[in-house]
């Protein structure tokens, strides 16, 4: 499994820039490295220095990158989604729609890119995979898509079999998935089999992202007052997709003690200016050791002696954040995030005692 690396902060502060200098600084020490862009303009491949297309090329020693292209992904996944059906319906509807002719919605870009970088993980032919996405909410919400989607699986399947249309139609699920499909499902199997390969990928997604050591993020900033408060909300809301901010990169700016102090306690790398595109080599050797992340706080512990759940949330004061129960699991918004959190067995369903932000820190007890 790849180490998967992205980078945060407001636009123009230079994180293709940084991205594409991480990519060679990994690749430099014999990492195999995969560098992902989401921008689909000639940008890209101007600072990279190559022509880059949908397809992973080599651009350097270790070193390959590719330009993602949503209709080309879309086209690809429907292939997929067609054959899908085809293995389990027994006259397929989906035959005469052709991934050509689809165009891409709103939302799609995030979906079909992650599933991208789930692809480029799961071959094993990287060791990191650098993406260098929009680097704001947006790719938040991407990296928080396994975590978002399983609780929309688990919720809404619950609610559909404890209700009276759910209850009605039950006798009934054998006898029409035998007619239409190529397997036949009992109510018990119809609850789990359709989802549950889903399930399983996004569970990989969700342990994938909380773990440092397989995703984390680092933020870039200038001295900027309006770069260094986007910074400082990006480091909050990551933590409520569960996220690892590893760091900050001062890109051009001195690392002063009012700008550390902000951020602490992250590790700080302050950044040169890149003179010229045919020499990295300063701006390679300023950038920090990115397998480190995991020494940053983590976003979530659960402390089960103590029964409590504590939330790193920098960034953000008292008055922004919320915490509500409305069943088996709390909600935590901060910012414009909102967290379902599902706690172990041994404080699931238990009522919440009390709660206080202090030190940048939700602690929650039960």
Partial sequence: MALILTFLGKGGTGRTTVAIAAAKQLSSLGQR????????????????????????????????????????????????????????????TL???????????????????????????TSGQYDVIIYDGSGDQATLRMLGMPELLS??????????????????????????????????WTPDDFAQQPTNQANQILDQGKAAVGDPNRVAAYLVTTQDALAVATAKYFWGSAQQVNLTVGGVLFNQTQATEALTSEFAPLSISALPHLSSFDDWQPLIDALPNFKQAAQAPQPLTIDLATRQVRLFLPGFDKKQVKLTQYGPEVTIEAGDQRRNILLPAQLSGQSVKGAKFQDRYLTISF
């Fill in 95 to 121: 035959k005469n729609v052709f991934g050509q002719e689809l165009s891409v919605l709103p939302g799609m870009d995030s979906a079909l890119a992650l599933n991208a970088i789930r692809e480029y993980d």
């Fill in 151 to 184: 609780w929309y699986f688990r919720r809404f399947r619950k609610v559909f079999t404890d209700s009276d249309l759910g209850k009605a139609i039950s006798p009934f699920i054998q006898p029409v998935t035998s007619a239409i499909l190529n397997v036949s």
């Fill in 33 to 92: 490295v995969l560098l992902v862009g989401q921008d689909p303009t000639p940008a890209f491949g101007l600072l990279l220095g190559a022509s880059v297309g949908c397809d992973p090329l080599d651009v350097g020693a270790n070193l390959k990158a590719v330009q993602l292209q949503s209709t080309v992904l879309l086209e690809r996944s429907w292939e997929e989604v067609k054959q899908l059906e085809a293995q389990y319906l027994r006259s397929p």
